[in-house]
């Protein structure tokens, strides 16, 4: 089993800053790529930002330039980094992560639970 696991939400003011993190845990071989989606409700989700293993990322063009995700590959930690907060960016953020569990298999993909983040005006 293969479990993700969020923090980092709240409540912040426009103009300001939070970190969120996803830490995968569990049958784990490697981890391919990782990346956040968010979610409003009435809304489809939403493809913020991606990460491959060697770091190269991909970003939502709304959020270009304010975010930026990063990963640890030896704790298997994805983070992203949101600076410059909008009250449109408030929604339920998702990580997920591509995880391969034993060698010679294919990747299958595991969600966090989501984390709420809210932007007030």
């Known amino acids: 089993q293969v479990q993700l696991v969020e923090s980092g939400g709240g409540l912040v003011q426009a103009g300001g800053s939070l970190r969120l993190s996803c830490a995968a845990s569990?049958?784990?071989?490697?981890?391919?790529?990782m990346g956040w989606y968010r979610q409003v409700p009435g809304n489809q989700r939403e493809l913020v930002a991606t990460?491959?293993?060697?770091?190269?990322?991909n970003y939502a063009d709304s959020v270009k330039g304010r975010f930026t995700a990063s990963r640890n590959n030896v704790n298997n930690t994805l983070y992203l980094q949101m600076n410059s907060l909008k009250p449109e960016d408030t929604a339920v953020y998702y990580c997920?992560?591509?995880?391969?569990?034993?060698?010679?298999?294919?990747?299958?993909?595991?969600w966090g639970q989501g984390t709420q983040v809210t932007v007030s005006a």
């Open positions: 569990g049958s784990i071989f490697k981890i391919n790529d």
């Open positions: 997920y992560a591509n995880v391969q569990r034993s060698y010679g298999f294919a990747a299958t993909r595991y």
């Open positions: 990460i491959t293993s060697g770091g190269m990322t």
